[in-house]
C-alpha cells in the first residue's frame, strides 16, 4: 500500500524563524514525484515546491527547501525567514507513477508576528 | 484572469436533490480533475479526464457525473445528494497527465447538505 503521513497536525512559529514540517511515505516504486502544496486561508491550493524521486539533490524555491531521504522515505519542507503570509495548511502530495495525487492528512502552520 | 474557475463557490442544498458545479481553465491544459475535501481537509481524488476522455474514477458513487464537454471544461454532477456529501470539492488541471506536472487549483466549492 502506498501511504503518506504527516504526523504534525498543527505547528506555529515566531516570524522570521525557520520551520520544518516532516512527512513520511511508503512505497515500493522506485520513481515517483514528490510534492508540497499550500491552502491559504483563501482555501486555494497552490504548489510550493516539487522533487523528482531519481534526483540526488534537493529542490529549493527562494525561501522554501525540501530534505528528501529516499531511503528513510521523508520528504520535510523547510521554511526559511518565515513571513505571516506563510500561514497555511501544508499538504505533502505524492504521484507514485500512477497518475494521481496521493495527499498526507495536512499540517496546520501559523506564523505569530 | 482566473486560471481554473469553478462556480459556485458555496452551495447549500436540500438532502434528495440533484446539483452541478462547473469548472473551466484558461490554460490551455490537456488534462482536469476533481478533488474531495473532507471536513478534516483530507483531499482525495475523485476523477481525472484527460482530452475530454475519463482517465481515473476512483471508487466515486453513482450519483457523481463527471462531464466535459471540451478539453477546457469539467463539470461534476451529484444525484441524490446525502449528507456525507458535504465538503469541499476543487477542480484543478495540468498541463498533461504526467507525474512531474504541476496542479492549478480552482478556489473550491462548499457544499453543504442539510
Known amino acids: 500500500a502506498q501511504t503518506v503521513t504527516q504526523s504534525q497536525p498543527e505547528m506555529s512559529v515566531q516570524e522570521a524563524e525557520t520551520v520544518t514540517l516532516s512527512c513520511t511515505y511508503d512505497t515500493s516504486e522506485n520513481n515517483y514525484y514528490l510534492f508540497w502544496y499550500k491552502q491559504p486561508p483563501s482555501r486555494q491550493m497552490i504548489l510550493v515546491i516539487r522533487?523528482?524521486?531519481?534526483?540526488?539533490q534537493n529542490a529549493t524555491e527562494n525561501r522554501f527547501s525540501v530534505n528528501f531521504q529516499k531511503a528513510a522515505k521523508s520528504f520535510s519542507l523547510k521554511i526559511s525567514d518565515s513571513q505571516l503570509g506563510d500561514t497555511a495548511m501544508y499538504f505533502c502530495?505524492?504521484?507514485?507513477?500512477?497518475?494521481?495525487?496521493?495527499f498526507g492528512t495536512g499540517t496546520r502552520l501559523t506564523i505569530i508576528p | 484572469d482566473t486560471a481554473v474557475s469553478q462556480t459556485p463557490k458555496y452551495l447549500v442544498t436540500q438532502m434528495g436533490n440533484d446539483k452541478s458545479i462547473k469548472c473551466e481553465q484558461n490554460?490551455?491544459?490537456?488534462?482536469m480533475y476533481w478533488y474531495k475535501q473532507d471536513s478534516k481537509k483530507f483531499l482525495k481524488i475523485m476523477f481525472s479526464?484527460?482530452?475530454?476522455?475519463?482517465?481515473i474514477n476512483e471508487t466515486v458513487p453513482n450519483r457523481f457525473s463527471p462531464k466535459s464537454p471540451d478539453k477546457a471544461h469539467l463539470n461534476l454532477h451529484i444525484n441524490s445528494l446525502e449528507l456525507g456529501d458535504s465538503a469541499v470539492y476543487f477542480c484543478?488541471?495540468?498541463?498533461?497527465?504526467?507525474?512531474?506536472?504541476?496542479?492549478?487549483f480552482g478556489s473550491g466549492t462548499q457544499l453543504s447538505v442539510l
Open positions: 484543478a488541471s495540468s498541463r498533461q497527465q504526467r507525474g512531474y506536472e504541476k496542479l492549478f
Open positions: 490554460l490551455g491544459h490537456d488534462t
Open positions: 479526464y484527460n482530452n475530454k476522455e475519463l482517465i
Open positions: 502530495a505524492f504521484n507514485f507513477g500512477n497518475e494521481k495525487l496521493t
Open positions: 522533487q523528482e524521486a531519481y534526483k540526488q
